[in-house]
């Protein structure tokens, strides 16, 4: 059975910084595209970051560019969020997901084109950030 396990959240102030991990197991495909996704009170699920597992090309939403950055480890098929200089408006339940039935192809990865509920998802983790 597929799983994705995230790591707990937290609260920070304005301009801090948290690292979130996801844990994949149970699946057995290859060359998959793997991302955090976010969802603010009363706001849609919207994509923050993808990764395309063979090559590790990235795609960052302009929001959180230049401030979050994404990493899949290999090794134990891990997914990590570093994210700096945190907003308030980038508290909301951030989602793990991961796209093992291949629905997303490569250079839609590349551009950041995955809308829930494609995929995976683990179960979320609350991101709060106080002004």
């Known amino acids: 059975q597929v799983q994705l396990v995230e790591s707990p959240g937290g609260s920070v102030q304005a301009g801090g910084a948290l690292t979130l991990s996801c844990a994949a197991s149970g699946q057995t495909v290859s060359n998959y595209c793997m991302g955090w996704f976010r969802q603010a009170p009363g706001k849609e699920r919207e994509a923050v970051a993808l990764?395309?597992?063979?090559?590790?090309?990235?795609w960052l939403s302009g929001s959180v560019k230049g401030r979050f950055a994404v990493s899949h480890y290999r090794k134990n098929d891990t997914l990590q969020l570093r994210m700096t200089g945190l907003k308030p408006e980038d508290t909301g339940k951030y989602y793990c997901a991961a796209d093992f039935g291949w629905s997303i192809a490569r250079f839609d990865c590349y551009g950041g084109r995955w809308s829930y509920p494609v995929g995976y998802w683990g179960q979320g983790t609350q991101v709060t950030v106080s002004p």
């Open positions: 990764l395309w597992t063979p090559d590790g090309t990235t």
